[in-house]
């Protein structure tokens, strides 16, 4: 037993004393006057049903949703995200029901509470949790923040009081929170540009996660603290002094870096301290985007800037919408330090982000760059997870890392890709049209591959390709790492390739449809594949190739449910299932120098298991081994499971047989395109009867074009025979083209 076992000891806290000093902030903060009659109904109701529940501190718990709602004030949110953040662990941990909720305050407010309510539900730090229930829990998360966008700001409030009053709980639940908040939470507020919240979110996180190296790094700043202090004061009015004469409304500040700023760049970038150039920073807010150019001229002439360290945002936003110029230059005694140059508008998006939307009541056709940005990140995150498990993991966290690289284009435009991004990453980010045409890359000056990764101050050239119909290879999709060139590519192969996805999705149901034992006759296959496109809400068989060739649907994560439906309505298991085998025989098989012949594959390395040694005439099946082609057991070998569909590996038992008689032959049939003439059928057919092939079967028709398409039944011994023969077809005088 530990001392957080026991029952925290209640703490007198007036409640009605905290309560009324936060409405009196509502006042002051114009909300109107029905909105606070509403906050207060919120407020008794929350107050009456948490009741005598008190949180870890001792302190009544209602003081943690009046906390999460004095956050949601400060960010300027509307009165239903601070309705919602009083009643937000009512429904998780009261009586009270989201029922009652909904009728007590509206739609709008049941569905921020429900939404943070589900949110609080889903685990992320769990070690423990396999990657595909982390998927799962992240598809959550963006479901409840595509409902209603305020759902994540209600959460992350939430999350950033419970991240201050940590202390309370035990250490492993420190930890774990603390690493769900670094991973997740912070750079969700990142992305939505919230920088109160994630700053921070990410110093609270590294306090618990790191205390060492916080203490340390709090340690060096406190050193030079006083130095720094006036470093800063005396360089500001150097500044601004200059700068009010060019115009007169502009506004100064400084600060000294974050610990978590400095543990960034310390422990994740592996910098030294003194490489840190921007310890130091001044942040000049002027009018507008003229002054903000006008100002960075001003700088660089009062001081030497560092080279390689401007970076202009306002050209280039971030992709969370902020926008401003950076630079870093020499102060007094050689001192580096970053100037922030930004318009008062850049300002609100840069402190507030996807907030500054209600902060400053901007309507829904306002520019605001982060909301918009906000929403669409969404949208394409939930597009993404479409794309099979795993995926969505990865792309969160290639998407939420929070560093960036700044690499060039050769006319010196500034491009910001995610850390880690290669150079189809950095193609896709310039223009989809140019990933699409991408041949090769240069990167100063030279050739590289195209998983090499791009570096921040690199000029990189993408080469592209002109020739009509080019597009990007399906390849790319395992060496792009952001998702935005993921789904470009897909929709490329979505909407060019056609054809060739109708093919692809084909070859894969057969595939998976075999390596799953789903054995269909001719007759069962179009109904059963009607089935599942209806389940689909697909409009046809080429939709559903096309969407499995693109990759815009997994067959892999339908094959559960595909598998049950075949075993609930076409029951037969896969060995009694002779009469369909026979359907599939027809293909051409390639016998084995063993004299098996294993279904649907050509070439294999055949070899007789140990255990039971199969002799001709039994009952066998293949097991398709890693790494040493397929071991052959008796059918009722104890090491073969009794039934293959049920056993965790069904893909790997595949169909054998004895080829008992070596001369016997199959039939395949050819199709030979060509130009109709005289005498052309006796040439192939004294071709055909050259090799010692027997004509079973023959369909042909002359064309109003001049071409004639003759199917040819042939028997040949197996692959090889029929390869020959078709080559030798295709010499013959006026063959266009023949195919089997
Ligand atoms: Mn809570």
């Given at each position: 037993?530990?001392?957080?076992?026991?029952?925290?000891?209640?703490v007198?806290?007036?409640?009605?004393?905290?309560?009324?000093?936060?409405?009196?902030?509502?006042?002051?903060?114009?909300y109107?006057?029905?909105?606070?009659?509403?906050i207060?109904?919120?407020?008794?109701?929350?107050?009456?049903?948490?009741?005598?529940?008190?949180?870890?501190s001792?302190?009544?718990?209602?003081?943690?949703?009046?906390?999460?709602?004095?956050?949601?004030?400060?960010?300027?949110?509307?009165?239903?995200?601070i309705?919602?953040?009083?009643?937000?662990?009512?429904?998780e941990d009261?009586?009270?029901?989201?029922?009652?909720?909904?009728?007590?305050?509206?739609?709008?407010?049941?569905v921020?509470?429900?939404?943070?309510?589900?949110?609080?539900q889903?685990?992320?730090?769990?070690?423990r949790?396999?990657?595909?229930?982390?998927?799962?829990?992240?598809?959550?998360?963006?479901?409840?923040?595509?409902?209603?966008?305020?759902?994540?700001?209600?959460?992350?409030?939430?999350?950033?009081?419970?991240?201050?009053?940590?202390?309370?709980?035990?250490?492993?639940?420190?930890?774990?929170?603390?690493?769900?908040t670094?991973?997740?939470?912070?750079?969700?507020?990142?992305?939505?540009?919230i920088?109160?919240?994630?700053?921070?979110?990410?110093?609270?996180?590294?306090r618990?996660l790191d205390?060492?190296?916080?203490?340390?790094?709090e340690?060096?700043?406190?050193?030079?603290?006083?130095?720094?202090n006036?470093?800063?004061?005396?360089?500001q009015?150097?500044?601004?002094?200059?700068?009010k004469?060019?115009?007169?409304?502009?506004?100064?500040?400084?600060?000294?870096?974050?610990v978590?700023?400095?543990?960034?760049?310390?422990?994740?970038?592996?910098?030294?301290?003194?490489?840190?150039y921007?310890?130091?920073?001044?942040?000049i807010i002027?009018?507008?985007?003229?002054?903000?150019?006008?100002c960075?001229?001003?700088?660089?002439?009062?001081?030497?800037?560092?080279?390689?360290?401007?970076?202009?945002y306002i050209?280039?936003?971030?992709?969370?919408?902020?926008?401003s110029?950076?630079?870093?230059?020499?102060?007094?005694?050689?001192?580096?330090?970053?100037?922030?140059?930004?318009?008062?508008?850049?300002?609100?998006?840069?402190?507030?982000?996807?907030?500054?939307?209600?902060?400053?009541?901007?309507?829904?056709?306002?520019?605001?760059?982060?909301?918009d940005?906000?929403?669409?990140?969404?949208?394409?995150?939930?597009?993404?997870?479409?794309?099979?498990?795993?995926?969505?993991?990865?792309?969160?966290k290639?998407?939420?890392?929070?560093?960036?690289?700044?690499?060039?284009?050769?006319?010196?435009d500034?491009?910001?890709?995610?850390?880690?991004?290669?150079?189809?990453?950095?193609?896709?980010?310039?223009?989809?049209?140019?990933?699409?045409?991408?041949?090769?890359?240069?990167?100063?000056?030279?050739?590289?591959?195209?998983?090499?990764?791009?570096?921040?101050?690199e000029?990189?050239?993408?080469?592209t390709?002109?020739?009509?119909?080019?597009?990007?290879?399906r390849?790319w999709?395992?060496?792009?790492?952001?998702?935005?060139?993921k789904?470009?590519?897909?929709?490329?192969f979505?909407?060019?390739?056609?054809?060739?996805?109708?093919?692809?999705?084909?070859?894969?149901?057969?595939r998976?449809?075999?390596?799953?034992?789903?054995?269909?006759?001719?007759?069962e296959y179009?109904?059963?594949?009607?089935?599942?496109?209806?389940?689909?809400?697909?409009?046809?068989?080429?939709?559903?190739?096309?969407?499995?060739?693109?990759?815009?649907?997994?067959?892999?994560?339908?094959?559960?449910?595909?598998?049950?439906?075949?075993?609930?309505?076409?029951?037969?298991?896969?060995?009694?299932?002779?009469?369909?085998?026979?359907?599939?025989?027809?293909?051409?098989r390639?016998?084995?120098?063993?004299?098996?012949?294993?279904?649907?594959?050509?070439n294999?390395?055949?070899?007789?298991?140990?255990?039971?040694?199969?002799?001709?005439?039994?009952?066998?099946?293949?097991?398709?081994?890693?790494g040493?082609?397929?071991?052959?057991?008796?059918?009722?070998?104890?090491?073969?499971?009794?039934?293959i569909?049920?056993?965790?590996?069904?893909?790997?038992?595949i169909?054998?047989?004895?080829?008992?008689?070596?001369?016997?032959?199959?039939?395949?049939?050819?199709?030979?395109?060509?130009?109709s003439?005289?005498?052309?059928?006796?040439?192939?057919?004294?071709?055909?009867?050259?090799?010692?092939?027997?004509?079973?079967?023959?369909?042909s028709?002359?064309?109003?074009?001049?071409?004639?398409?003759?199917?040819?039944?042939?028997?040949?011994?197996?692959?090889?025979?029929?390869?020959?023969?078709?080559?030798?077809?295709?010499?013959?005088?006026?063959?266009?083209n023949v195919?089997r």
């Amino acid at each position: 037993m530990n001392e957080f076992d026991y029952e925290p000891k209640p703490v007198n806290v007036d409640v009605d004393v905290v309560y009324s000093n936060l409405r009196s902030k509502f006042k002051k903060n114009k909300y109107k006057k029905n909105e606070i009659a509403l906050i207060d109904k919120a407020f008794n109701i929350a107050r009456e049903f948490h009741g005598q529940q008190l949180r870890r501190s001792g302190e009544p718990y209602i003081i943690h949703p009046l906390a999460v709602a004095e956050i949601l004030l400060g960010l300027g949110m509307d009165y239903q995200s601070i309705v919602a953040a009083m009643l937000h662990d009512t429904v998780e941990d009261t009586p009270y029901t989201i029922e009652e909720l909904t009728d007590d305050f509206g739609e709008s407010v049941a569905v921020i509470v429900d939404g943070v309510t589900k949110l609080g539900q889903l685990q992320f730090s769990d070690y423990r949790t396999i990657e595909e229930q982390q998927a799962e829990n992240i598809r959550k998360m963006f479901m409840a923040m595509n409902k209603d966008i305020r759902v994540i700001i209600v959460k992350l409030a939430d999350r950033l009081h419970n991240m201050r009053t940590l202390e309370f709980v035990s250490p492993q639940k420190q930890r774990d929170k603390a690493l769900e908040t670094l991973e997740i939470y912070a750079p969700i507020a990142h992305r939505l540009g919230i920088r109160s919240i994630k700053d921070e979110l990410e110093d609270r996180s590294i306090r618990f996660l790191d205390p060492v190296a916080y203490a340390n790094i709090e340690e060096k700043l406190k050193d030079f603290s006083k130095t720094g202090n006036e470093f800063l004061q005396n360089t500001q009015k150097q500044i601004i002094d200059r700068v009010k004469k060019l115009c007169p409304s502009a506004t100064i500040s400084g600060r000294i870096k974050s610990v978590h700023g400095i543990y960034r760049k310390m422990y994740m970038q592996g910098k030294q301290f003194d490489e840190i150039y921007d310890i130091y920073a001044v942040r000049i807010i002027v009018d507008n985007l003229i002054d903000c150019y006008n100002c960075l001229g001003l700088i660089h002439d009062m001081y030497r800037p560092l080279p390689g360290r401007f970076k202009d945002y306002i050209s280039t936003p971030k992709p969370n919408g902020y926008q401003s110029l950076h630079t870093t230059v020499l102060g007094r005694d050689a001192i580096p330090f970053e100037v922030q140059i930004r318009s008062v508008d850049m300002h609100k998006t840069a402190e507030f982000g996807i907030a500054a939307h209600w902060k400053y009541k901007l309507g829904v056709n306002s520019n605001n760059a982060a909301f918009d940005s906000g929403l669409k990140w969404i949208r394409e995150m939930l597009e993404a997870q479409q794309q099979g498990e795993g995926e969505i993991v990865s792309s969160i966290k290639t998407d939420l890392i929070p560093e960036e690289v700044f690499v060039l284009t050769p006319k010196g435009d500034v491009i910001n890709v995610p850390q880690g991004s290669t150079v189809i990453d950095f193609a896709y980010a310039i223009h989809s049209a140019v990933g699409n045409k991408m041949t090769g890359a240069k990167v100063d000056g030279r050739i590289v591959a195209l998983d090499y990764q791009v570096k921040n101050g690199e000029i990189c050239e993408i080469l592209t390709s002109q020739q009509q119909g080019k597009g990007p290879s399906r390849d790319w999709l395992n060496i792009a790492k952001t998702s935005k060139a993921k789904n470009r590519i897909r929709s490329w192969f979505k909407n060019e390739r056609r054809e060739e996805n109708i093919e692809e999705g084909k070859n894969e149901v057969e595939r998976e449809f075999r390596r799953n034992y789903i054995h269909l006759s001719k007759e069962e296959y179009p109904e059963f594949i009607a089935a599942i496109i209806k389940r689909q809400h697909l409009e046809n068989e080429d939709d559903f190739y096309a969407a499995i060739g693109y990759g815009g649907l997994s067959l892999v994560k339908l094959m559960p449910s595909i598998k049950d439906y075949y075993h609930k309505n076409y029951g037969k298991s896969a060995v009694e299932n002779r009469d369909v085998i026979e359907v599939n025989r027809e293909k051409i098989r390639k016998k084995g120098s063993t004299g098996v012949i294993i279904d649907g594959m050509d070439n294999v390395l055949v070899k007789f298991s140990k255990c039971c040694n199969p002799l001709p005439g039994d009952d066998i099946i293949g097991f398709i081994t890693r790494g040493h082609g397929v071991s052959v057991h008796k059918r009722d070998c104890e090491n073969v499971p009794k039934d293959i569909s049920k056993c965790d590996d069904p893909g790997r038992w595949i169909e054998a047989h004895w080829d008992s008689d070596i001369g016997e032959t199959y039939k395949a049939t050819i199709t030979i395109t060509c130009l109709s003439r005289i005498g052309l059928f006796a040439e192939i057919s004294s071709q055909v009867s050259m090799m010692n092939v027997n004509i079973t079967q023959v369909n042909s028709r002359d064309y109003a074009d001049g071409r004639n398409i003759t199917e040819l039944e042939v028997q040949v011994t197996g692959l090889e025979h029929l390869k020959k023969l078709v080559d030798k077809i295709k010499h013959i005088k006026g063959v266009l083209n023949v195919e089997r």
